[in-house]
C-alpha cells in the first residue's frame, strides 16, 4: 500500500468511527488505551516490568479515570518494529483508542509517530530513550528518560573523581549513538581524554572481542551503555576477562546495572558508579510505598521501566481527567506542562519541547542486607533533555 492511500484510508476510519458512535453511548463506554511492548524477544524484561507498573496503577485507582472504566491493551510486537507499527494503526482504527503507550525499543517508537501524527492520538513513550523521538512527531511525549540525560551526568562526575581517560561501549543504535556522543562532548569539555569508541550490535552481542581491546587499551575506565536486559551478561564478560582485576573501572548509565538483574549480577557489580533518573533504593515514603506495592503485586523489584510504565499511566490519566475523556490534541495539550511526584522524585513534561525533566542520580552499587542496589549519592536537579537544540 501506498503511503498516502495508507494515511487517506486511516483518516476516513476514524471519521466513520467517531461519527457513529452516539455522544451518551461515548460516555458509559470504557476509555480504551493501546499499549504496545515487547513482552517476548530480547527485550522482553522491558515490557514484563512495564506491565507490571501499570497493574500497580490499576490496583490503586480501580482502573477509572473520572469514574470511567479504563480499558488498558496490551499488544505483543515481539521486539520488532514493523510489529509495533501494525499493531499501533489496529489499535487506532479498531480499537479507538484514546492514547497510545508503550515502546520498549527505539527504532519501535519511531516506527509508530508517523501513525501518532496522522490519526492525531498521543503516544506516551514509556521506555524508549533516543533524544530525538520526541521530535518524530508533535504526539510523543515520555515518561522514561533520555540517554544525553544520564551520559551528560556521569561526565560531569568522572572527571573530578579521578577518571581522566576513557574508553567507550555502547550499543550501536540510537541510544548508544546519544549516550556516546554527549558521554565524550562533556567529558572532553572536562578535560578528559576519549581514547577509543567501541560498539556492539543490538541483537545478540557477543562482549569478549571488545573487552580484549578495552584491555590493551588500558583507560582509567570504561563508560558504558547497553539496553535493559544486557547488563548482567556483560558483568559476567567483564569480570571473565579480569578487567577489574587490571585495574580498569567500570562507569555506566544505570541500564548497565538494571534493578531487574542487579541482585543476580554478583559481587563483580560491586562499587560500580552509575548514572540514571530511578533506583529503587531511591529513599522518599513515595518509592517505598511503590516498591513494597509493586512487589506484593509482582513479586519482583521494579526497575526504571515500571516506573516510566507506572507513570505513564498516570500521566495519561491526569491528562484525561482535564479532558473529561476526550484524546486528540485537547489530550496531547493537557499533558503538556503536567508535574507530580513519581517513585524516583518529582518530573515535569515540558511544554514546549514535551520531553521529561527530571533528576539524574549519581549511584554505586553497594549491598545491604545481602542484595545489590543503586545508592544514590549525588544529584543534577531537574535537568532537561540535553539533546534537544530548542
Ligand atoms: C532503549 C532501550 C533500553 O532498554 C534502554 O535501557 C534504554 C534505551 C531504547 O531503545 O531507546
Redesign the pocket.
Known sequence: MTHRRHVLQLAAALALGAAMLPAAQAQSEPIKIGVILPMTGQ?AS?GKQIEGGIKLWQQQTGGKIGGRKVEVIIKDDGTVPDQTRRLAQELVVNDKVVALAGF???PSALATAPIATQSKTPMVVM????SAITEASPFVTRTSFTLPQAAVAIAEWAPKNGIKKVVTLVADY??GNDAEKFFADRFKLNGGQVLEQLRTPLRSPDFAPVLQKVRDTKPDALFVFL???QGAQFMKQFAERGLDKAGIRLIATG?VTDDDQLADMGDVALGVVNSHHYSAAHPSPANKKFVAEFEALNKFRPNFMAVGGYDGMRLIAKGLEQTKGAGGQALMDAMKGQTFESPRGNILIDAQTRDIVQDMYIRKVEKKDGQLWNIEFDVIKQMKDPGKSK
Open positions: 527485550q522491558t520498549g525499543i527505539t521506555a524508549a530513550a533516543t540510537g541510544p539496553p535493559s536486559g541500564d
